[in-house]
């Protein structure tokens, strides 16, 4: 079992000339394989100062990428210096209607225009009829 590092102290490693990842509670000196890195070493280094288990994950490395990963292993992190990731949940806002009109109005648009749009299609009808007659 190796050192037990702070998340701070893993922090401090965050630049091209030095290089530590946090990957399932497990802390990797990556310094040396940032040239080697299939997805450039910008994505290794925006990944540090963080636990870096998820962008690891979600990229879908191979077995031997995983097993690459015992090379570089310096230590372990301790979990208690690491905050706890929080669901966001949206304050709740009250219903906002954007136009300021009533809903009462609204209804009866949804009536009437129809009902003018009908009575035009009629009138014209009528109209055009008795022209040709």
Same mark, same amino acid.
Request: aromatic residues 10%; negative net charge.
């Given at each position: 079992?190796?050192?037990?590092?702070?998340?701070?102290?893993?922090?401090?490693?965050?630049?091209?000339?030095?290089?530590? =990842?946090?990957?399932?509670?497990?802390?990797?000196?990556?310094?040396?394989?940032?040239?080697?890195?299939?997805?450039?070493?910008?994505?290794?280094?925006?990944?540090?100062?963080?636990?870096?288990?998820?962008?690891?994950?979600?990229?879908?490395?191979?077995?031997?990428? $995983?097993?690459?990963?015992?090379?570089?292993?310096?230590?372990?992190?301790?979990?208690?210096?690491?905050?706890?990731?929080?669901?966001?949940?949206?304050?709740?806002?009250?219903?906002?209607?954007?136009?300021?009109?009533?809903?009462?109005?609204?209804?009866?648009?949804?009536?009437? +225009?129809?009902?003018?749009? =009908?009575?035009?299609?009629?009138? +014209? $009808?009528?109209?055009?009829?008795?022209?040709?007659?």
């Amino acid at each position: 079992m190796g050192k037990v590092y702070t998340l701070s102290e893993v922090s401090e490693h965050n630049t091209n000339k030095d290089c530590w =990842l946090i990957i399932n509670g497990k802390v990797y000196d990556v310094t040396k394989f940032l040239e080697d890195h299939p997805g450039g070493d910008d994505v290794l280094i925006s990944s540090t100062g963080k636990d870096a288990t998820d962008d690891f994950e979600d990229v879908g490395h191979s077995t031997t990428a $995983r097993a690459m990963m015992d090379e570089y292993y310096v230590g372990d992190i301790d979990t208690s210096t690491i905050p706890k990731k929080v669901k966001y949940t949206p304050p709740k806002q009250p219903y906002y209607n954007q136009d300021k009109t009533t809903d009462f109005v609204i209804h009866i648009l949804q009536f009437l +225009v129809p009902l003018v749009i =009908l009575g035009l299609a009629v009138g +014209v $009808r009528i109209y055009t009829k008795s022209e040709t007659a």
